[in-house]
C-alpha cells in the first residue's frame, strides 16, 4: 500500500461547480499536511496547510480526519484557472523528516 | 525576496555521461531536498539535508546518483554513466524549520534532464 494514495482523475467539472479531492495516508504517525498545486510543466507550489479543525482559504477548504487517516480538498465555485494537478503532501514525524507527495489529482474545469 | 533556483534549466546529454545539476536555496533554510518527476509521475523522494546532520539518501535510486550540500547552502546532485532511464524533471525544494513541525516547502523550477 503506497503511503499517500490520491484518485489519479481527471475530475473534469464546468465553471462555478464545487468538487472534492480526498487523500489517504497509512502512517499514523503523521504530523502535518499540506495541498499543493502544479501547473503543467511547473513545480509545485504550496496551495494550504491543512489543519485538525479544517481551515478555509477563499474557495478553499481543508479537512483532515485523523481517525479514518486521509485529508480533502473542496473547491467552490470553480474557475477555468484551478485547472491544475492536486498534490497531497504527509509530512511523518520520525529520524528524518521527509514530506511524502501523492501521485496528484488532476482538475480540468471547462467553460 | 530569491526563491530557490535550479540549473540549468534544460540538459540533454548522451547516455553514460556524468551530469551535474545545481540547487540554490532559499536564504536561511536549513531543508533541502531533491526529487524527481517523470512525465505524468508522482514526484519521487531522492535525498534530504537538514542543518548538519548526515543527510537521508534513502530515496537514491542506485550508486551512480550522490549529492552534496556546501557549507549548509548549495546543493549538488550529480548522475554518473547517466541511462535513458534517468530522464525526468529534477526538483529542489528548501524549507526553513517552523514550530511544530509545520514546514512549507519551496519549490525550484527544476532541471529537465534528458538522456539519449
Known amino acids: 500500500r503506497k503511503e499517500v494514495e490520491q484518485d489519479p482523475g481527471p475530475f473534469n467539472v464546468p465553471e462555478g461547480a464545487t468538487v472534492a479531492f480526498n487523500c489517504t495516508y497509512s502512517?499514523?504517525?503523521?504530523?502535518?499536511f499540506f495541498w499543493y498545486r502544479q501547473d503543467c510543466r511547473k513545480e509545485p507550489k504550496l496551495l494550504m496547510s491543512v489543519y485538525s479543525s479544517g481551515n478555509e482559504d477563499g474557495r478553499f477548504t481543508a479537512q483532515l480526519n485523523r481517525a479514518s487517516q486521509y485529508i480533502s480538498l473542496l473547491i467552490r465555485d470553480s474557475k477555468l484557472s484551478d485547472s491544475a494537478t492536486y498534490l497531497c503532501?504527509?509530512?511523518?514525524?520520525?529520524?528524518?523528516?521527509?514530506?511524502?507527495f501523492g501521485r496528484g489529482t488532476s482538475l480540468i474545469v471547462h467553460p | 525576496g530569491a526563491g530557490v533556483s535550479q540549473s540549468p534549466s534544460n540538459k540533454v546529454t548522451e547516455k553514460g555521461k556524468d551530469v551535474e545539476l545545481r540547487c540554490d536555496p532559499i536564504s536561511g533554510h536549513t531543508a533541502l531536498y531533491w526529487y524527481r518527476q517523470s512525465l505524468g509521475q508522482g514526484l519521487e523522494f531522492l535525498i534530504y539535508f537538514q542543518g548538519n546532520s548526515a543527510p537521508d539518501k534513502s530515496g537514491l535510486p542506485s550508486d551512480r546518483f550522490s549529492a552534496e550540500r556546501t557549507g549548509g547552502s548549495v546543493s549538488t546532485l550529480t548522475i554518473q554513466r547517466t541511462q535513458q532511464e534517468d530522464s525526468a524533471v529534477y526538483l529542489c525544494?528548501?524549507?526553513?524549520?517552523?514550530?511544530?513541525?509545520?514546514?512549507?516547502?519551496?519549490f525550484g523550477p527544476g532541471t529537465r534532464l534528458t538522456v539519449l
Open positions: 503532501v504527509v509530512n511523518i514525524k520520525g529520524g528524518s523528516y521527509i514530506p511524502t
Open positions: 525544494a528548501s524549507s526553513g524549520r517552523l514550530a511544530g513541525g509545520r514546514d512549507t516547502q519551496y
Open positions: 502512517n499514523s504517525a503523521s504530523q502535518s
